[in-house]
């Protein structure tokens, strides 16, 4: 099992910057793909980006250039840097795990609780 705790989310202006943070729980941390996840109001879940346990790295085209995953295997940890944030970032972000490399959701069967990320313009 894989607990994965998220934190960093708040309140920002456009422009700005955020990191968010994922603990992770479980002695396998290192080998799993470790990903985000967001969800604005009223819409679809939405992949955002993945990396997988060598360093590879996907994003979806719309934080392409202004978000960058990393991961700290010593510390069990995965982040999330966002910048040039906009006022379409709004939503709730969630921290996945999983042992496959995927960009669908259903491909994920550990999700932390979720971190508010708010944008104003």
Known sequence: ????????????????????SCAASGRTFSSYTMGWFRQAPDKEREFVAVIGWRGDKTYADSVKGRFTISRDNAKNTVYLQMNSLKPE?????YCVG????????????????????????
């Open 98 to 121: 999983s042992s496959i490399y995927s960009r669908d959701p259903d491909g994920y069967p550990y999700w932390g609780q979720g971190t508010q990320v708010t944008v104003s313009s």
């Open 89 to 93: 970032d709004t939503a709730v972000y």
């Open 1 to 20: 099992q894989v607990q994965l705790v998220e934190s960093g989310g708040g309140l920002v202006q456009a422009g700005a910057s955020l990191r968010l």
